[in-house]
């Protein structure tokens, strides 16, 4: 059989030679074998998902010139050539192309979406540092609230939280609203439940006996000088602390009066400084006719806005106010005379200071008994301990011809308030009734200003609250002898 298939000579002798099309398709593949190096190579990608078997397919990508070509070459190789014996073929010609991108290994990335330059992409905080070394979540723009507020009842009473703040329930009657500044975690000597520096507290009565047995805080609280805390701590923002030594300076409380939600609100403001460096702002507002309160001590000032906003949001319609309570300036008027008065001096050196305390009837109703009582709060001064901080020293009540001893501090119980009963003295109305008091202090009883109470109460009988009538609050200023 004669090979109608012209082949080129020049073979190595064992073999016909190739044609121009075989020349061309190796001449193509060696080409395209010299761009494989090896910085070209890579790991094979993991999978993604369950494996497929498949048989293996093998491909080569070639220009489409090429692979034209190619096409036209295994249809030709039993036809005519592409190109003839007597016609050099074209040199071969490689289109260029480009490396192949390397495949993701992992899941890709999501592409920014622009977001606002003051508010963090995804969460609307962050985690800084505080000084100590805890950390807090601090928002990059406090005063803007992080979503809408939401509504939060207590005991009735309605009042708006702002966006980004959370609310802690710490007992029946009070709520903590940490600021999105408080940390997220209980760090050294803070946690939610201690609610200052970095929440507001709302408080709510909703009987007398709330209101006594040391109750904090009350509307005696806002006329106090130290009124806007129970116990010495110090709630620097950052790094609350329990001072070693009480507190060494306080400044003058400023006291002011609003309304909200046609109901009068009494507010105090107290500046206080635990040792040079630590000073915070302290902020207490009361209803008194509804035994509301909200308080904020240390609270950082970037929250005052949000802290505002709770308190003008304040609704107590739906609030059945304590029964039992008196107002400050009703029923019974307070007046002290003699050796004590707001500011005068007190030696700690062990001097008996004299001074009477007269209690008014000014309503039209009469008391078949009440009780006086007089005691001393804590204050700067005040010796320190780690169970209960009480003032050192001796008070005594004149009764008849006698001193009778009665505590001087309140202490941890409610022994100040268990007045004999052959104290106690009835006020018709427009009678007045004056009782006479000594006061000792301790060298212990350091310099500073300490708050002497001064109280009108129904008979305390050991059971229920104690219900105050009127109370007025003496800072005298205790001096080293």
């Excluded at 700690?348 to 007269?358: D, E, K, M, W």
Aim: hydrophobic letters at 35%; one cysteine or more.
């Amino acid at each position: 059989m004669t090979d109608k298939l012209p082949r080129r000579t020049g073979g190595d002798g064992d073999g016909p030679a190739e044609t121009p099309t075989e020349r061309l398709l190796r001449e193509a593949l060696t080409a395209r074998a010299s761009m494989v190096t090896a910085t070209g190579l890579r790991p094979a990608a993991p999978p993604k998902s369950r494996i497929r078997r498949l048989r293996p397919v093998y491909a080569v990508t070639l220009p489409l010139g090429l692979a034209a070509a190619m096409a036209v070459g295994v249809l030709t190789f039993h036809g005519e050539p592409v190109a003839q014996d007597q016609v050099p073929p074209p040199a071969a010609t490689l289109t260029s192309v480009p490396s192949p991108t390397p495949e993701p290994t992992g899941a890709p990335s999501p592409t920014p979406t622009p977001t606002d330059p003051g508010t963090p992409a995804g969460d609307a905080e962050i985690e800084a540092p505080l000084a100590d070394g805890a950390s807090s979540t601090t928002p990059t723009a406090p005063n803007t609230a992080a979503g809408a507020a939401s509504s939060y009842t207590l005991r009735g009473v309605k009042f708006k939280v702002p966006g980004g703040w959370k609310v802690v329930p710490r007992s029946a009657e009070r709520v903590c609203v940490l600021s999105p500044g408080a940390p997220t975690e209980p760090q050294q000597g803070w946690t939610q439940a201690d609610c200052e520096p970095y929440g507001v507290m709302v408080v709510v009565y909703n009987t007398s006996d709330e209101t006594g047995s040391g109750a904090w805080p009350t509307m005696d609280d806002l006329a106090a000088p130290d009124g806007w805390g129970h116990q010495p701590n110090c709630p620097v923002w950052g790094r609350p602390y329990f001072p070693d030594s009480g507190y060494s300076s306080m400044g003058a409380p400023v006291r002011t009066k609003s309304t909200v939600g046609g109901k009068s609100i009494d507010k105090t403001q107290w500046n206080v400084t635990c040792k040079p460096g630590d000073s915070f702002t302290a902020q207490l507002w009361g209803m008194g006719s509804d035994q509301v309160f909200v308080v904020a001590n240390g609270l950082k000032s970037d929250y005052q806005a949000g802290l505002t906003s709770i308190v003008n949001s304040l609704d107590v319609s739906g609030h059945k106010p304590p029964t039992g309570v008196a107002q400050s300036g009703k029923d019974i008027a307070i007046t002290v005379d003699g050796g004590i008065g707001a500011g005068q001096k007190v030696s700690n050196g062990g001097t008996p200071v004299t001074f009477s305390v007269t209690y008014r009837n000014t309503s039209q109703k009469s008391f078949a008994k009440v009780q006086p009582l007089v005691y001393t709060k804590d204050y700067a001064g005040t010796p320190p301990s780690e169970v209960v901080m009480m003032n050192r020293g001796k008070l005594e009540r004149q009764d008849g011809g006698s001193w009778t001893e009665i505590p001087l501090s309140m202490g941890g119980g409610m022994d100040y308030a268990m007045v004999a009963e052959s104290a106690a003295f009835s006020l018709a109305p427009g009678e007045s009734k004056k009782v006479t008091y000594r006061m000792t202090l301790d060298p212990v009883d350091g310099p500073g200003t300490m708050p002497v109470a001064v109280q009108v109460t129904l008979p305390y009988s050991g059971t229920a609250g104690l219900t105050v009538l009127n109370e007025l609050t003496v800072p005298v200023t205790v001096v080293k002898q």
